[in-house]
């Protein structure tokens, strides 16, 4: 199994830019997230997925969108980049919605926004 | 709403010896799981034990264990026979309520002295 993949490692992009970060997992898991990771703050969420179809926001979602048509894949878009979106992403899987699961990690996105 | 707080952004330990990272921790669920999860300079995010809050006994994980004060909303990391491979930074989490929404805390980042 690769676990928990992430694309790309690196992104710079220019303000107002749209992208997408992928996330895909082939440990067919019915919970996805994404958060970012900022120095000195932690990893905060920003959406989650209980199952395909399901989605629904974190702490931070403002300018992000997410969607989950399969159990495997759960992107995540930037609409217009801000230089305040510069941070590591985290995409993250667990079997099911259950607080006591482990979450299995992907490798992290580190976007710049110039 | 919960919170959780790691004030000491780094410590620092002699090899071979031990010691402990602290976190406080709020909810108001009575059915959570705590968690420390361990970032290598390699940015991926590793688990390193869990707690049940219903469990009275102290997780163990190898030469990683937890003290675990429910009342104090305290849970504590131990590290034993401190080796190089044991510098990262080390992030407290919370999970409660009916999602895997994980809480970090900010994180602190231990070196280990040869």
């Known amino acids: 199994n690769a676990g928990v993949t992430q694309t790309p490692k690196f992104q710079v992009l220019k303000t107002g830019q749209s992208m997408t970060l992928q996330c895909a997992q082939d440990?067919?898991?019915?919970?996805m997230s994404w958060y970012r990771q900022d120095p000195g703050m932690g990893l905060r969420l920003i959406h989650y997925?209980?199952?395909?179809?399901?989605?629904d926001q974190g702490e931070v979602p403002n300018g992000y969108n997410v969607s989950r048509s399969t159990t495997e894949d759960f992107p995540l878009r930037l609409l217009s980049a801000a230089p305040s979106q510069t941070s590591v992403y985290f995409c993250a899987s667990s079997p099911t919605s259950g607080s006591y699961n482990e979450q299995f990690f992907g490798p992290g996105t580190r976007l710049t926004v110039l | 709403a919960q919170t959780v707080t790691q004030s000491q952004p780094e410590m620092s330990v002699q090899e071979a010896e031990t010691v402990t990272l602290s976190c406080t921790y709020d909810t108001s669920e009575s059915d959570y799981y705590l968690f420390w999860y361990k970032q290598p300079p390699s940015r991926q995010m590793i688990l390193v034990i869990r707690?049940?809050?219903?469990?009275?006994q102290n997780a163990t994980e190898n030469r990683f264990s937890v003290n675990f004060q429910k009342a104090a909303k305290s849970f504590s990391l131990k590290i034993s026979d401190s080796q190089l491979g044991d510098a990262a930074m080390y992030f407290c989490a919370l999970s409660a309520g009916a999602n895997s929404k994980l809480t970090f805390g900010k994180g602190i980042t231990l070196s280990v002295r040869p």
């Open positions: 707690q049940e809050a219903y469990k009275q």
């Open positions: 440990m067919n898991h019915e919970y």
């Open positions: 997925s209980v199952g395909a179809g399901i989605t």
